[in-house]
């Protein structure tokens, strides 16, 4: 049963134009979302995280954006530059207490120069 | 500098044999995890640690076994009774305690059980 759901495995955009990922969940309990981006054989890194208490979050050109009665979240990249080309990753937690996330299964971003 | 370490950044391993994968920190957190990555799959939680002496079986902990002797160090063995060793496996830290902030991870470890 996946709780974080990324349906798009693979998005392409033109340098300087926005990307937008999104992901689903399923599960109402979670009330802390964070993004990851990873580039291969490295571990993720973190870029933005919202809570349940917010709408948006913006961080220079990463803005992040949650619907909590659709229970969707995307990730807003203004402008895309070739850099920014990774695997991203959303993850949700339900305990602040012991941390655990639970992750989506990522949107390889590629941004064409 | 800060940061998460583990090691080696490959290994190879014949089946039915045991491994275990370094993870140190010296951030100073409190928590620590690990996590398996497969192909077109997102990370899936294996252990994870709270404080000294204690940690927790997470979704896929079957195979797979853990000690936190020390604050700094978190290893995962990785044993004969794992069906399908092969994979990406991520180390990550916390700071802890009852407020939410981001895990950091490792540059992970790439086993490959021939």
């Known amino acids: 049963d996946q709780q974080v759901k990324q349906n798009s495995p693979s998005l392409s955009v033109q340098e300087g134009r926005i990307s937008i990922l999104n992901c689903d969940y399923t599960n109402s309990m979670f009330d802390y979302f964070l993004w990851y981006k990873k580039y291969p054989a490295e571990g993720p890194t973190f870029l933005i995280s919202i809570s349940s208490i917010k709408d948006k979050n913006e961080d220079g050109r990463f803005t992040v954006f949650l619907n909590k009665s659709a229970k969707h979240l995307s990730l807003h990249i203004v402008p895309s530059q070739p850099g920014d080309s990774a695997v991203y990753f959303c993850?949700?937690?339900?305990?602040?207490?012991?941390?655990?996330?639970?992750f989506g299964q990522g949107t390889t971003l590629q941004v064409k120069p | 500098d800060g940061g998460i370490t583990q090691s080696p950044k490959y290994l190879f391993r014949k089946e039915g044999q045991n491994v275990t994968l370094s993870c140190e920190q010296n951030?100073?957190?409190?928590?620590m995890y690990w996590y398996r990555q497969d192909p077109g799959q997102g990370l899936r939680l294996i252990y994870y640690?709270?404080?000294?002496?204690?940690?927790q079986k997470g979704d896929i902990a079957e195979g797979y076994s853990v000690s936190r002797e020390k604050k700094e160090s978190f290893p995962l063995t990785v044993t004969s009774a794992q069906k399908n060793p092969t994979a990406f496996y991520l180390c990550?830290?916390?700071?802890?305690?009852?407020?939410?902030?981001?895990?950091?991870f490792g540059p992970g470890t790439r086993l490959t059980v021939l």
């Open positions: 951030l100073n957190h409190d928590a």
């Open positions: 640690s709270q404080i000294v002496n204690d940690f």
């Open positions: 993850a949700a937690s339900g305990s602040s207490n012991t941390g655990k996330l639970i």
């Open positions: 990550a830290s916390r700071r802890g305690g009852r407020s939410y902030n981001e895990q950091f």
